[in-house]
């Protein structure tokens, strides 16, 4: 069955890039889906990061747009999530998770995430 | 992305049916069919439970279901059971500001 790990590293200080990986497993992301990044502050509901379609189409929550780059590495079946300039506010347990939705080649529409990956705890901190 | 209306907490007793609605706008949960519905216990990853409005994955057990009226959609668990409770969160597709995903603040559920 399709598995998702996030990796990456667990502190990151103030002012600098937040950088994620999610390795995909039972499945290849060159075939199709979108991929997605969504985080949880602790204590806090879920917040959408973005999403990369397969071919590469990134959409972005307008809230993190200036900060957020998601890139998929077909050859190493993965994909990437980078946040510039982060706060203590951006502190939160990361996660990667395979997303439904329709490409209409101007945009896309979103359905469901599934399956997702464990999450990974990001603290910013100097 | 405004971020969709959900009770903070909802409780039920074993056996008993409630449900957590997930008020949105026309540009989200009124506009599209495209609601779906996660379960989160503590220090777990969310489960998709819902999806499209009212269809449930293979394995999801057939007491959660869900539906939707205007902008609002919610999740019936029917014959509540300890195992359910958990933090709920929906979520939909929304067409403001651009493409894009929004959720709910989340539900806490506790079964009494």
């Known amino acids: 069955q399709v598995q998702l790990q996030e990796s990456g590293p667990g502190l990151v200080k103030p002012s600098e890039t937040l950088s994620l990986t999610c390795a995909v497993s039972g499945y290849s992301i060159s075939s199709g889906y979108y991929w997605g990044w969504i985080r949880q502050p602790p204590g806090k509901g879920l917040e959408w990061i973005g999403s990369?379609?397969?071919?590469?189409?990134?959409y972005y929550n307008p809230s993190l747009k200036s900060r957020v780059t998601i890139s998929v590495d077909t050859s190493k079946n993965q994909f990437s999530l980078k946040l510039s300039s982060v706060t203590a506010a951006d502190t939160a347990v990361y996660y990667c998770a395979r997303q439904e939705g329709y490409y209409y080649g101007s945009g896309s529409y979103f359905y469901w995430f599934d399956p997702w990956g464990q999450g990974t705890l990001v603290t910013v901190s100097s | 992305q405004s971020a969709l209306t959900q009770p903070a907490s909802v409780s039920g007793s074993p056996g008993q049916s409630i449900t957590i609605s997930c008020t949105g706008t026309s540009s989200d949960v009124g506009g599209y069919n495209y609601v779906s519905w996660y379960q989160q216990h503590p220090g777990k990853a969310p489960k998709l439970m819902i999806y499209?409005?009212?269809k449930r994955p293979s394995g999801v057990s057939n007491r959660f279901s869900g539906s939707k009226s205007g902008n609002t959609a919610s999740l019936t668990i029917s014959g509540l059971q300890a195992e359910d409770e958990a933090d709920y969160y929906c979520?939909?597709?929304?067409?403001?500001?651009?493409?894009?995903?929004?959720f709910g603040g989340g539900t806490k559920l506790t079964v009494l």
């Open positions: 499209d409005v009212s």
């Open positions: 990369i379609y397969h071919s590469g189409s990134t």
């Open positions: 979520s939909s597709y929304t067409s403001s500001s651009t493409f894009g995903v929004v």
